[in-house]
């Protein structure tokens, strides 16, 4: 599988948790580079709305992977 290319070669997958300012425009075709690395949105982004206890916006959650190998 995978051809002379990928034999004894292990995927390795690197998520990250992204916390973004109130408001951002995050779409899941989006990258970002994450220490140095470039990252690939997993999933649908998640709003926080606005706090019950304050009013303030919260932020934009997201879940980012590299894939290696």
Known sequence: ????????RDTVIVGF???????SDVLTTDQ???RG?????????GDWNHSP???TRGPVQFAADRVTG
Do not use: H, N, S
């Open 1 to 8: 599988m995978g051809g002379d290319q990928q034999q004894a």
């Open 17 to 23: 948790t992204v916390y973004a300012p109130p408001d």
């Open 32 to 34: 970002f580079r994450i």
């Open 37 to 45: 690395a470039v990252c690939g949105v997993t999933g649908e982004p």
């Open 53 to 55: 206890f304050t009013g």
